[in-house]
């Protein structure tokens, strides 16, 4: 062959290369980075096209002599091209090092450094959870928020013909109070063609402890957002500015004034090529106006809730869990291997959001070991030494409580009740609508105790608790209310004064004593108020009034 069709061959295969591998770049948006499967598969995808495209104008210029010899396949034109043969050669090379990179990435050779990706410290039970009130604990799971956000925006008659509600529903603690917040998406690509130039004008912010459900419009319009299209699509805005770094999953947040953001972590890793991933850098876009600002991890603001997704930090525990004795331990004897139970859920403490899930032993056990804490801003992982039922056995007694309404359990949350390990969780009705509340103890997941509010599920399990003689019946239990005041009245009692107080679904009265508890002075009828109190009867001591 000519020397000039031989180079008319490698221009043609090289340029069709380049624009069907500028498309998958394009849409798939893969990071340039040896550390990145993506770039690997990418390069691999580009040889692979340039091999095949090669070999296809080879076997069209072959083609009289592929007619005078029936037998001439491609494997023998592929042959007779150097080019072509070599790329051949080369794709197969890039497989074998991907291949065996991953290999010599994996917890298979390198176990000790897998099981040394978290520092794992041990909690006070007692000291660490009591801290935790009503008012911060998110009681709804995702599927109700999903489902009163969609309730709200049907009713939103200026943005239902042209939006939807996204499905992001990221949980955060804004301002102290556990919430869901989730973007609009444009309804579809002609209703997006209508409004980008505004961009999208509200957010949806559920509080999950009050299922209070607010659309929060904004003066400025989201510009930058997964509904996007084009350079305003927030992956490829990011890629286009950051195309070395590998993004994990990004989150969606407001900040304390309400201003939302896109919190993108960046990914690196620590165990070779694509082994023992963890954050490095953190990227903050303003979704409304695109400005940017990149952090080390360990400098991320503090009302950022979400670096490090619930799988990840998953992962660092069963690798934790799993490997002390080494890989093949995992496999035969097991011996002293622990999981992470098959949910997980949050919890808001200390202004962070900590993901919750149990740990159990491997092998299909039904019993808990303990659970652990893990803060999503710095990857904190606290470990509690609690044995008893595991979460889905406890999601069965709870339903085996109200069997004959068909109720469905959520998935439970492990807190401190009358200093008893105890799971909380909702039960929902066929509509997904929380219809009562469930308390499980333990240790003796038979104490079962359900109420339609927090306070009568908690004074019904305290009571049970009492019977079983799992607290003592003369000692005074201590609770946590949360909640709108309905009624506040002023007494003197022995010359002191008392604030009386009730709250929006309690039967309860509160006793604030003025002379201990100044700050209730500040409160009116229709303020949001969290206490923590001792059970008495119908009147109830306050011992703590929560900031």
Request: include cysteine.
């Amino acid at each position: 062959m000519k020397k000039s069709i031989k180079m008319k061959i490698s221009l043609i295969s090289i340029a069709v290369t380049l624009i069907l591998g500028g498309i998958y770049y394009y849409l798939a948006l893969p990071a340039i980075n040896i550390h990145s499967e993506g770039f690997w598969g990418f390069i691999i995808l580009l040889f692979i096209i340039l091999t095949i495209t090669s070999a296809v104008m080879q076997r069209k210029k072959f083609h009289e002599v592929q007619h005078a010899d029936k037998k001439l396949h491609l494997l023998k034109i592929l042959k007779q091209s150097k080019l072509t043969y070599g790329l051949s050669i080369l794709t197969a090379c890039l497989i074998a090092v991907f291949l065996i990179g991953s290999i010599l990435s994996s917890p298979i050779v390198n176990a000790k450094q897998y099981q040394k990706l978290i520092h794992i410290s041990d909690g006070d039970f007692k000291e660490d959870i009591k801290q935790i009130s009503y008012n911060e604990i998110p009681l709804l799971d995702r599927d109700s928020a999903s489902l009163l956000g969609s309730r709200k925006m049907g009713s939103m008659v200026e943005y239902v013909s042209q939006f939807e509600v996204s499905e992001h529903y990221s949980q955060i603690n804004y301002n102290n109070r556990p919430v869901r917040v989730t973007p609009l998406r444009y309804g579809n690509l002609f209703k997006w063609l209508s409004n980008r130039r505004s961009g999208i004008p509200a957010y949806m912010k559920i509080d999950m402890a009050t299922q209070k459900v607010e659309c929060v419009k904004l003066s400025k319009g989201i510009k930058y957002t997964d509904a996007e299209h084009f350079g305003r699509y927030i992956y490829r805005y990011l890629r286009l500015r950051f195309p070395t770094y590998i993004f994990d999953h990004i989150n969606f947040e407001i900040d304390e004034d309400g201003i939302p953001y896109w919190i993108c972590p960046a990914i690196s890793y620590k165990i070779g090529l694509f082994g023992g991933r963890t954050i490095k850098n953190t990227v903050i876009v303003n979704a409304v106006t695109g400005e940017y600002k990149n952090y080390k991890v360990e400098d991320v603001p503090t009302w950022v809730d979400r670096v490090y997704s619930s799988e990840l930090l998953i992962s660092y525990y069963d690798y934790y869990g799993s490997l002390k004795h080494g890989y093949l331990n995992t496999l035969f004897s097991q011996k002293d291997c622990l999981q992470t139970t098959e949910g997980y859920n949050y919890i808001a403490l200390n202004d962070d959001v900590w993901m919750y899930t149990g740990v159990t032993s491997v092998g299909g056990d039904e019993s808990l070991v303990g659970f652990i804490l893990c803060n999503q801003r710095t990857a904190e992982t606290k470990y509690y030494s609690v044995s008893g039922a595991k979460e889905y056995s406890a999601m069965q007694s709870a339903e085996g409580k109200v069997q004959n309404l068909g109720y469905n359990a959520t998935f439970p949350l492990l807190l401190n009740v009358a200093n008893e390990p105890t799971y909380i969780l909702t039960l929902k009705d066929s509509a997904g609508l929380v219809k009562k509340y469930a308390m499980i103890n333990i240790e003796q997941y038979t104490v079962v105790a359900t109420g339609d509010t927090i306070t009568e599920c908690e004074n019904n399990y305290i009571t049970q608790l009492k019977n079983s003689n799992l607290v003592n019946k003369d000692s005074e239990v201590s609770g946590n209310a949360s909640g709108v005041i309905s009624k506040i009245a002023q007494v003197v009692i022995d010359g002191n004064t008392h604030y009386y107080v009730m709250l929006e679904g309690y039967k309860e009265i509160f006793d604030f004593n003025v002379s201990e508890k100044i700050r209730i002075i500040q409160y009116d009828i229709g303020d949001s108020i969290a206490f923590q109190y001792i059970q008495g009867g119908d009147v109830c001591k306050v011992t703590e009034l929560n900031s």
